[in-house]
């Protein structure tokens, strides 16, 4: 049985930094495009980040929404099978539940990671604040 278990959310001001991880079980991240979204009050869960293998041209294996590129980077831990988010220079508006994901194909990201549509394992999410 898949299980991701996130962790890391909590309370901080803007510009603050706070890292995010995911914990695997009953999965391998290194088998899986594994992505970072987020989801506000009131709206629709947007795609934070993605990782996978890297693909057959060479380009790179990383993926970012426009509104994180810069400030949040994505990384995987193949020994503690964890993904994990770093988010720097946070503001008010990076404020939502964050939930990670794996896709339901391989390694690869379709899509760049970017359609939730594709994922088919989700944990329960942890709670990110910024306060102004």
């Known amino acids: 049985q898949v299980r991701l278990v996130e962790s890391g959310g909590g309370s901080v001001q803007a510009g603050r930094s706070l890292s995010l991880s995911c914990a695997g079980s009953?999965?391998?991240?290194?088998?899986?495009?594994t992505g970072w979204f987020r989801q506000a009050p009131g709206k629709a869960r947007e795609w934070v980040a993605a990782?996978?293998?890297?693909?057959?041209?060479?380009?790179?294996?990383?993926y970012y929404a426009d509104s994180v590129k810069g400030r949040f980077a994505i990384s995987r831990d193949s020994p503690t099978n964890t993904v994990t988010l770093r988010m720097n220079d946070l503001k008010p508006e990076d404020t939502a539940m964050y939930y990670c994901?794996?896709?339901?194909?391989?390694?690869?990201?379709?899509?760049?990671?970017?359609?939730?549509?594709?994922?088919?394992?989700w944990g329960q999410g942890t709670q990110v604040t910024v306060s102004s």
């Open positions: 994901a794996t896709q339901r194909g391989g390694s690869f990201c379709v899509r760049s990671g970017s359609d939730r549509l594709d994922y088919d394992q």
């Open positions: 009953g999965i391998i991240f290194g088998t899986k495009c």
């Open positions: 990782i996978g293998s890297r693909n057959p041209y060479g380009s790179g294996s990383t």
